[in-house]
């Protein structure tokens, strides 16, 4: 079965500039989460969405930062203008909401802002 | 609000030992309760959950975990510890009342040595 799959891998880009991260979660799963992992603040929720709406967007730093889910197979997560320190590791993860279920996630992208 | 402690920022252990991880949590409602593990430029994997039932949870690669209600933990175990458990090792809690948001710990590095 295909994963959670995250594109890129890593993205190195210059202050300023936009930057748009792309997840395709496990077909079927009807939640899908955004987290941002740090050596100093660690894994932090971002967003999530249920069935492609917004439920908590608490965790968005500012509105740099936007993420959208305009079908059940396919998220982004932007940040316009980005800075250094937007450098991160982003993750997208996917579940499903029936029962108690565990978050599957991608592999990450690798964020580098000079 | 919910909220997760794993006292031990790293975790050493030689190769053939019994591991512990440490985890705490704090949920005003009934908790489920999971592990997760997370390799290098990796995305974090699910180990096991605890939702109710027998305090003692098996998960993958031969890990368990042990539901302490009074304790409010939920530390994760092995009988005997490979050079290949060496990772980070991730708790999360999710209060049954409160949706679909997990709070993860900050974390413990495992190093198995040979």
């Known amino acids: 079965d295909a994963g959670v799959i995250q594109s890129p891998r890593h993205e190195v880009t210059e202050m300023g500039q936009e930057v748009t991260l792309r997840c395709k979660p496990i077909s079927g799963h009807d939640y899908l989460f955004w987290y941002r992992q740090t050596m100093m603040r660690g894994l932090e929720l971002l967003i999530y969405f249920n069935n492609n709406v917004p439920i908590d967007d608490s965790g968005m730093p500012e509105d740099r930062f936007s993420a959208k889910m305009p079908n059940a197979s396919f998220s982004t997560l932007k940040i316009q203008p980005s800075e250094p320190r937007d450098s991160a590791v982003y993750f997208c993860?996917?579940?499903?909401?029936?029962?108690?279920?565990?978050?599957?996630f991608g592999d990450g992208t690798r964020l580098s802002i000079l | 609000a919910q909220s997760v402690a794993q006292p031990e920022d790293q975790v050493n252990v030689a190769e053939g030992n019994p591991l512990t991880v440490k985890c705490t949590y704090s949920v005003s409602g009934n908790p489920y309760l999971f592990w997760y593990v997370q390799y290098p430029n990796r995305g974090l994997q699910f180990l096991l959950k605890y939702i109710t039932g027998d305090n003692l949870v098996k998960g993958s690669y031969g890990f368990e975990a042990e539901f302490n209600k009074s304790q409010t933990s939920f530390h994760l175990k092995k009988p005997s510890a490979l050079v290949s458990d060496s990772a980070l090792y991730f708790c999360a809690v999710r209060d049954m009342n409160y949706g679909q948001n997990f709070v993860f710990g900050p974390g413990t590095r495992l190093s198995v040595l040979p």
């Open positions: 993860a996917s579940s499903l909401g029936t029962g108690v279920q565990p978050q599957h």
